[in-house]
């Protein structure tokens, strides 16, 4: 069982930028970014291989967020810039826990799920 804690998140204003950190408690495959606005869905944010040499992006997301991974740490991290107020949501990192995935932004994938953490963007 793998365990997964983000780590900064916050409020910010519109145009500004924000970094989450996800830690991993064990070696993790695909790893993954999404987030749930109030009164909608969880969605897909961003995905990055467990080589992190592919990632993956929502259309609302990409050429502002970057993801990276260090598996020497088991760490992901996602670079937010251009926040945007629509961005405001709980962002959830999320792991999977096999090497061979059909479809990134399947929620059903994934394996493993940190607690959530708040962003905000003001306008």
């Known amino acids: 069982q793998v365990q997964l804690m983000e780590s900064g998140g916050g409020l910010v204003q519109a145009g500004g930028s924000l970094r989450f950190s996800c830690a991993a408690s064990g070696r993790t495959y695909l790893m993954g970014w999404f987030r749930q606005a109030p009164g909608k869905e969880r969605e897909f944010v961003s995905g990055v291989s467990w080589k992190g040499d592919r990632t993956f992006y929502s259309g609302s997301v990409k050429g502002r967020f970057t993801v990276s991974r260090d598996n020497a740490k088991n760490m992901v991290y996602l670079e937010m810039n251009s926040l945007k107020p629509e961005d405001t949501a709980v962002y959830y990192c999320?792991?999977?826990?096999?090497?061979?995935?059909?479809?990134?932004?399947?929620?059903?994938?994934?394996?493993?799920w940190g607690q959530g953490t708040q962003v905000t963007v003001s306008s």
């Open positions: 999320a792991a999977a826990g096999r090497e061979h995935v059909s479809n990134v932004s399947n929620e059903a994938e994934y394996d493993y």
